[in-house]
């Protein structure tokens, strides 16, 4: 690049800077933020009006403006409640890198709020360092072993993980002292999972809190439950309460077409996987399924056609690629 152009560039590059800089001066002189811009410069050193405008700003969705704010003030003075508000601006700035070091920061600063390490937690678990995030939840657990939230995200930590008995265990904790549809559904639908009738009672406990009558989770859970119990019959009356309570959820539809099709009632599971997808066009459930009825039934072509469409909607569909290799092999 030759000099002059080089030249001509960075005076270009200054006079959009210049114009930004002005930009956001202007934004600041008029309303909402003029009476707090013309505090702050009369007190620059409050940070309680920085952090004030800085709120502002964000609620105006100025979330650039408003982590010049955040910064400042958290220069200025280094307090729980800019902490929290600094490192919220951060992941709405994409700057996830600068938020994790100032929520490990704010650990150890703050160690009584509990928050912190919470937001923490999750930061590694979305940064895949879940040994990390578990350390927190365990010093969570010792500094309160009453933490009924942090039990509670431990076991989910611990399911992700595949660490079912650990996962129970701190639902089990976690439900113990805080009994909500939080910590009771996921209880429940790793009792029904496993097997275990204690499912039942914690779902019909949900279910009776339930004043409006109108909730899914639990009588879907029951379904599971006496599904993987082989209590067929049971099955199929909680799927279709639930269809009954919302003929859109689409779970209900493949579960309980699931259970039709263990007993052998065929017909009855294809027509209910055929609704499931005419509710959800694009899930593969509802065609791999009805694939399996058409080659119950020796129509290999639409079963065929069945699998493709589960898996082209799918590509990890493993079962679904397995079932179409084989019947193409024995055409």
């Known amino acids: 690049m030759n000099s002059r152009l080089q030249i001509c560039l960075y005076a270009i590059s200054i006079f959009l800077c210049a114009c930004n800089n002005q930009d956001s001066a202007d ?11 013309d505090s702050i410069n009369k007190f620059p050193s409050n940070t309680g009006l920085l952090l004030r405008r800085g709120e502002l ?17 958290w ?7 800019i902490a929290m508000a600094y490192i919220s601006n951060l992941y709405l700035v994409n700057r996830p890198a600068e938020a994790m070091k100032l929520l490990e920061e704010s650990v150890k600063k703050f160690p009584d709020n509990p928050e912190f390490r919470r937001r923490l937690s999750e930061a590694y678990i979305q940064t895949g360092r879940s040994s990390k995030a578990m350390e927190q939840y365990n010093t969570m657990i010792r500094n309160d072993s009453t933490n009924f939230e942090a039990w509670y995200e431990k076991g989910m930590l611990l399911a992700e993980l595949k660490d079912t008995a650990g996962a129970l265990f701190a639902f089990e904790r976690s439900y113990s ?8 559904i996921p209880l429940a639908n790793l009792y029904a999972e496993t097997k275990n009738a204690k499912a039942l009672p914690i779902c019909d406990e949900l279910i009776n809190r339930d004043s409006a009558g109108q909730s899914l989770d639990p009588v879907f859970i029951k379904g599971i439950f006496y599904s993987n119990t082989l209590q067929y019959k049971q099955a199929i ?36 996987f055929k609704l499931a997808a005419t ?45 179409l290799d084989s019947l193409r092999k024995k055409r």
């Open 27 to 37: 934004v600041l002189k008029t309303p909402p933020f003029a009476t707090l811009t």
């Open 57 to 73: 700003l964000s609620q105006n969705n100025k979330h650039e403006l408003a982590y010049l704010d955040f910064k400042s003030a």
């Open 75 to 81: 220069e200025k003075e280094q307090t729980e409640e």
């Open 177 to 184: 002292l805080q009994p909500l549809a939080l910590n009771g």
């Open 237 to 272: 009356e909680q799927f279709d309460d639930c269809i009954k309570k919302d003929w859109k959820f689409v779970d209900a539809y493949i579960e309980k077409g699931i259970v039709l099709y263990e007993i052998k009632n065929i017909d009855e599971a294809l027509q209910t």
């Open 279 to 323: 509710i959800s066009p694009r899930m593969p459930d509802a065609y791999y399924w009805q694939g399996r009825c058409f080659e119950a039934i020796g129509k290999r072509e639409d079963a065929v056609d069945n699998y493709i469409r589960a898996y082209s909607l799918d590509r990890s569909f493993k079962e679904a690629k397995e079932h």
